[in-house]
Every structure is written in C-alpha cells, then in structure tokens.
C-alpha cells in the first residue's frame, strides 16, 4: 500500500502521513548520535565520532560548523544535505548582517533552516532533507539558546536535547536525570554531563566522540583528546562506583 503513495513527498497517505518526510526521519535515526546542553553562560555540544580511516585527513570529518560568530550547528543524518543547510545559514547570516548591520539571532537563523526544510516537502521533483539540527548560541545582550530543527521543517527551542541513532534513550537518560544536568551552571560540570551521558547510553571512549563549547563572544573550543580522556576515565570510575552501590543494595521483597 505505501508504494502508492511514497513516490512523491506531496502525496498524503490515507493516514495523514507523507511518506517521504517519516523516510527522511529515518535517516536521521541512523544518524551518528549528538546532544546539546544550554547552561548560563555556554552552549556545549557532544557527538558521536566516525572512524577515520588511516589514510583519511581528519580534518574533513566534522559535524559541529560554526554558522557565524556566535552560532554553533551540528547535525545527525545525511552530511551532503548537512552541508547544504550549513552554506545557506551562513549566507543567511552575512546577508543579515550586511542589510541590518547586527547579527542574527539564534532563533531567526533556526527559522531559516526551518523554512527551507519546510520548503522542499511542499515541492514536486524535490526530497525532504534527511537531517536533523542542533543549533545553539547567544543573542546579541548573552542570552543561549539551543533550538533543534526536524526533516518536516518544525523546529523548537530546549535546555537540552539529542538525535541521530541514540537519540531517544540519550533524551530519556537526560530527562531521568533532568534536576541534576539543568542544574549544570558553569562549563566543567556540563561538559561531564554530556561526556557521562553518551558514555552511559552508547558506551563510548575518548576517542568516539567530540565535545565542543561556545561561550559568549569567544571562539568555538574543541575539547582535546587528553582533557576527554581525563573526564572519561573519572565519569568510568563513578559509573563503576554506582554499579557496585547498587549490587550490595538489599533487593525490598
């Protein structure tokens, strides 16, 4: 049955559905796993890391871009559509600034790529972008924000949020310890959050994931190898302190 109705994204299915947009999603699903947290005063971005072949510059192989000077975009789903979305805000964002001599604001530049997912599942001969958005950063007076944008256009503003393969459980995982990670004010303890978070939900290392942090009115920071490896190796000794709590913790009935 859906073949009849999958073969352009301005066909609804009998349920209300358009095909071409859950397919879309889909892609995000199998995605590399990324998360964002939104404290006071930084905007911190955690994601799963590809393998790099030994013959591969690993330089070429990002997914946090800086889509001005004080917006920060990662991505879960196709990076050639990424790609396309990461050009056109940028584009959007020098435009802004040369017509009305400010910066954008987060929630513009997120509306932009809003509306132009939105744009390509109302059109014939185009396909929904298969990706799905973080972007974060800070207005003009400091204040983050951290917005996520979907493959169907909708997007919506969070203190944090995840997507791509592990989207779900790293959401719930955040929302199970929600008083705890919200409570994150200053730069350290997030950055520990989003480390233990993908740690306990996908089991990464070190060397699996990037950490970046955008702070107001300073440049994007990567958080090397050796200060990760540092933050993994506490995060695995309290993981396996808190296993062993509960196995000597008497079971009630």
């Known amino acids: 049955m859906a073949e009849r109705y999958d073969r352009a994204v301005t066909i609804y299915s009998p349920d209300g559905h358009l095909l071409q947009v859950e397919y879309a999603q889909e892609a995000v699903r199998r995605g590399s796993t990324v998360m964002g947290l939104c404290t006071n005063n930084a905007i911190v971005l955690g994601v799963e890391k590809r393998s790099v072949g030994d013959l591969q510059e690993e330089r070429m192989v990002r997914k946090i871009c800086m889509l001005d000077d004080h917006v920060v975009m990662t991505f879960a789903g196709l990076t050639a559509d990424a790609r396309i979305l990461v050009s056109r805000a940028q584009v959007e964002s020098q435009s802004h600034r040369l017509n009305f001599e400010k910066l954008v604001s987060v929630e513009y530049i997120t509306r932009f790529i809003a509306q132009l997912k939105q744009n390509y599942t ?101 958080i090397d190898r050796q200060m990760l490896a540092d933050i993994v190796r506490t995060v695995r000794t309290e993981l396996e302190a808190e296993a062993e709590a509960n196995r000597k913790t008497p079971r009630v009935g």
């Open 122 to 222: 109302q059109s014939n001969g185009r396909r929904p972008f298969g990706v799905s958005c973080l972007v974060g950063g800070f207005d003009e007076d400091g204040t983050p924000h951290l917005f996520q944008t979907e493959p169907s256009g909708t997007f919506h503003e969070w203190r944090a949020s995840s997507t791509g393969r592990s989207g779900q459980p790293v959401r719930d995982y955040m929302e199970k310890h929600a008083d705890e990670i919200l409570a994150s004010v200053d730069e350290p303890a997030a950055i520990k959050h989003i480390v233990r978070t993908l740690m306990s939900v996908s089991s990464l290392n070190h060397n699996q994931m990037d950490v970046a942090v955008l702070k107001y009115k300073q440049p994007l920071r990567m």
